[in-house]
């Protein structure tokens, strides 16, 4: 038996993958801006919503088969993008995308990432999702979504919420870098990752794949860090999203919604899907969990467009609470870095299996055979946080 498979639940790979990684990475990972309140209460607010177990009822002929954007998939949950996903673990993005494919749910890529577009595609063979930051540099932005489109990536995900970035007092502290600088601190930790660090000498993937080398006068970390710095574009605006869409042939997702107004304007904008997700806490600190705000922004597009959700996913009883409020479908990242750096591809196919067994038993013990079924009347108090939130 493998020490994988004796980990039941995600908390349990969060554990290992804090013993591999280095620190800067491990907290880059669990960690949100300024006091962490809201990046806390992503978390926390799913645990008040309570579930209403029913008895007696034929659960025997179970799925939670799904589909997103017209896609079948094992279940109703992607990959969230994630920026630096293979410094959690070398390679990790390849590592990610297997996994994901052999499960049968989507995986998606960052801009941000250190595998580009194309190592994913050379090491996969499922469509894959493609996430993109809106830079200042248009030139950039037309080749970037046409490489997506070279891949054959089936989604492009415009992430609308990092305009700014909030501020992360670990990430500071910690002298976060890619690769990391050579300080005293930074050799006494990676003496202590010798998994880690084997992997990682055992790649030469070890910058942002997507950018360097595919931008005029970017050759190295250095000159990276003088781009990226002006690049994410503050006048970022509806009239962007326009241009997005017209470059893009494929489905379009717009992800960072938490406003009713902005969700009835990714409506407007013929997006064929939304993302509820405050950047899983690391931007707006102070704004409300993703949970709490999901049920109103579903309530207000019905059917308009499909809803997704993203923060603060750690279990298969997430997944089904996210799904009783009106998300179609889910993403999660931490959870499923968790896996990453507890056990590479393993691991990351671990934490889906374990989300998976979750999301189904739930579902039966509310007395449900497949997520079509699945609604608000099987919470005890489905409006406790939209209420607590939002009241007036």
Request: with cysteine; glycine share 8%; hydrophobic share 45%.
């Amino acid at each position: 038996m493998t020490e994988l498979s004796t980990m039941t639940c995600i908390e349990d790979l969060r554990l290992r993958a804090r013993r591999r990684l280095p620190a800067m990475f491990y907290d880059y990972v669990d960690t949100g801006s300024w006091t962490e309140k809201t990046y806390r209460a992503n978390e926390s607010d799913f645990a008040q919503l309570q579930f209403r177990q029913r008895v007696a009822i034929d659960i025997e002929q179970r799925s939670v088969k799904s589909t997103l954007l017209g896609q079948p998939y094992t279940m109703p949950l992607a990959f969230a993008p994630t920026g630096l996903t293979g410094m959690v673990w070398p390679d990790g993005e390849i590592h990610a995308a297997k996994a994901c494919e052999r499960f049968g749910v989507p995986f998606t890529l960052s801009t941000m990432s250190i595998c580009s577009i194309e190592d994913i595609a050379a090491n996969t063979s499922a469509p894959f999702w493609f996430q993109l930051y809106m830079m200042r540099d248009r030139g950039f932005m037309e080749r970037l979504i046409q490489r997506a489109a070279d891949a054959a990536c089936s989604a492009l995900v415009l992430t609308l919420d990092l305009q700014v970035m909030g501020q992360r007092h670990k990430d500071i502290k910690n002298g976060l870098s890619v690769p990391p600088k050579p300080s005293l601190k930074n050799w006494l930790n990676l003496a202590l990752k010798p998994q880690w660090c084997m992997a990682m000498l055992g790649t030469k993937r070890r910058s942002f794949g997507n950018i360097v080398g595919h931008v005029e006068g970017v050759s190295d970390m250095s000159s990276l860090a003088a781009w990226t710095n002006q690049q994410f574009d503050p006048t970022l605006s509806w009239d962007d999203v326009d241009w997005v869409r017209r470059q893009w042939p494929g489905k379009l997702i717009l992800k960072g919604i938490m406003d009713v107004d902005d969700a009835k304007l990714a409506v407007q904008s013929g997006a064929d899907a939304l993302v509820v997700s405050n950047h899983g806490g690391r931007q707006l600190d102070g704004a409300p969990s993703s949970i709490a705000a999901l049920p109103i922004i579903a309530d207000a597009v019905g059917n308009a467009i499909e809803v997704l959700f993203d923060g603060g996913i750690r279990s298969g009883q997430d997944v089904l609470k996210a799904r009783a409020l009106g998300a179609h479908g889910m993403l999660a990242g931490r959870a499923l870095l968790y896996g990453l750096g507890a056990g590479a591809e393993a691991g990351v196919f671990r934490a889906l299996d374990i989300i998976h067994n979750e999301l189904d038993l739930s579902m039966a013990f509310c007395g449900r055979t497949k997520l079509a079924d699945v609604d608000s009347s099987i919470l005890v108090n489905p409006h406790h946080l939209r209420d607590a939130v939002y009241a007036t």
